[in-house]
Nanobody
Framework: VQLQASGGGLVQAGDSLRLSCAAS????????MGWFRQAPGKEREFAAA????????HYANVVKGRFTISRDKAKNTVYLQMNSMTPEDTAVYYC??????????????????WGQGTLVTVSS
């Protein structure tokens, strides 16, 4: 699976931004797609994930209610809609994927395909 993330940029606190992750290279029925983020000096952390086949989603508590992950099967693309953004959301955002028919994981080590990252900066 090849992943191409895009959509990052500079926004102000309270603004919204949508990230995209275009996927290619294999069939997706058993794939889980996730978004992670890494702020300067911090470890990479889970933000959201979606099971490709069913659309089942999972969110980290820090983004729940503000971020929405979705997928467009026709475009082989996963989105992360980010609303009510705060400076604490500033990070490089990565999309990632792995294949598993049962489990939606929040651990970066479980994901074996990664996009290149896109920088999101939220000013106060």
């Amino acid at each position: 699976v090849q992943l191409q993330a895009s959509g990052g940029g500079l926004v102000q606190a309270g603004d919204s931004l949508r990230l995209s992750c275009a996927a290619s290279g294999r069939t997706f029925n058993s794939v889980v797609m996730g978004w992670f983020r890494q702020a300067p000096g911090k470890e990479r952390e889970f933000a959201a994930a979606i099971r490709w086949s069913s659309g089942l989603t999972h969110y980290a508590n820090v983004v729940k209610g503000r971020f929405t992950i979705s997928r467009d099967k026709a475009k082989n693309t996963v989105y992360l809609q980010m609303n009510s953004m705060t400076p604490e959301d500033t990070a490089v955002y990565y999309c990632a994927a792995y294949s598993d028919p049962l489990i939606v994981s929040t651990s970066p080590s479980r994901y074996n395909y990664w996009g290149q990252g896109t920088l999101v900066t939220v000013s106060s």
